[in-house]
């Protein structure tokens, strides 16, 4: 029986990426990374599932939706009763069939991480992690079912100097990138202080979840849905002003937006370059309860392209109750898209290698391969055409690649024991001996 064909295709949400791609990511990841060593974070690593019971019920309603749930080992059905397959109810069957899942974010993953190995890390617990995530949402520019975080949390200190670290960790890493950005944030006591004089104590996180749709859906969609909430004509005109006018002043006194006040007015002080207020700033997640964070382009449509904030109990749900903590998280994959987008990628990130040896035969080859492992020893990217082709088609490979030099080897270079070194950008050639290709090489480094 002849063997069906299959096109190869890859699930929506998912990307492959091409070597380019690759440097790309990496010169994001590694800008990020070196902030973070600077700042005094370390990194840690966890596994990619967790059990579902560890990341259900952290990220609300819309979120608990989004997760990637991963069938059980085996007949996965075999707890599951003929009546429960006939209900169809999947509330009811994914804990027979399913009790782990993709993680969600790296946010979660490190406050069980905290809990479980208390005792083996010092606090305040400075951690930073660049890992993929995956949400079963609907892809879409810039939204994407696996996509990388960049996360920095400090976990065990209540300090607002944590805070302003944080926010200045992202002034820097979007300065070295060379991207014009707007770094919000606000702060969850206002915000909860807001719902309670519109009337909706004990229903506050149902207002901030309608506050976070301001960008999509804009504030007159907003504002009908706060209506259907039963606000007063004078709530829904307190909710106007001080959303329009960015004004937390109009809000009545409470000792919760007094709190919240006094927070922002600290990390407002430092004055930290590309920062601003905004009371509009919700973060949709159920786990924050201080500062939030947001950050946007000023230059490319694309939305958040990082965001985090304080959450000073999420380390409850897993047993441990005296651990404040706070993180901010870079969307990679966005960043990747702006600076695309924007053509704002170095162009030495071009090319692999440094240098690649072409040749016209066996014996040349030979007498470069020799080379090739010289230039390696001493720390120069080189490569060999690893084929006897036609010299063009090995030039054409070297440009392809992005490769800036090209290192000829013939009969006249073997018997002076040289190399003609072709520059790719301007055509110039130079024969060279195999220490002064070496010394030439290290020094354009």
Known sequence: METMKIKPALPKGMRDFLPADVRKRNYIIQTIKESFELFGFQAIETPVMENLNTLAGKYGDEGDKLLFKVLNSGDYLKKVTFNELGDADSRKLTPKIADKGLRYDLTVPLARYVVQHQNEISFPFKRYHIAPVWRADRPQKGRYREFFQCDADIIGSKSLYNEVELIQIYSSVFEKLKLAVTIKYNNRKILMGLMQALG?????????VLLDKLDKIGPDRVLEEFKTLGLSQDQLTLFKTVVS?????????????QQGIEELEFVKKFNIPSSKFDVTLARGLDYYTGCIFEVVSNEYEIGSVGGGGRYDNLTEMFGKSDLAGVG???????????????????????ASSSVMFAHYDDANQS????????LRAAGIPAELYPD???FQKQIKYAND?????????????????????????????????????????????
């Open 245 to 257: 006018e960015n004004d937390i002043h109009a809000l009545p006194h409470s000792e919760l937006i």
């Open 401 to 445: 690649k992005g490769i800036s030099y090209v290192a000829i080897v013939g009969d006249n270079e073997m018997k002076n024991e040289t190399f003609m070194l072709k520059n790719m950008e301007t055509g110039e050639q130079e024969e060279m001996s195999i220490q002064a290709l070496i010394n030439y090489l290290n020094s354009i480094k």
């Open 328 to 350: 901010i998280s870079f969307g990679l994959d966005r960043i990747y898209d702006v600076l695309e987008g924007l053509a704002r990628f170095p162009e030495t990130l071009n």
């Open 200 to 208: 909706l104590s004990g229903r506050e996180q149902e207002g901030i």
């Open 388 to 390: 006897n082709a036609k």
């Open 367 to 374: 007498y470069a391969f020799e080379a090739l492992g010289k």
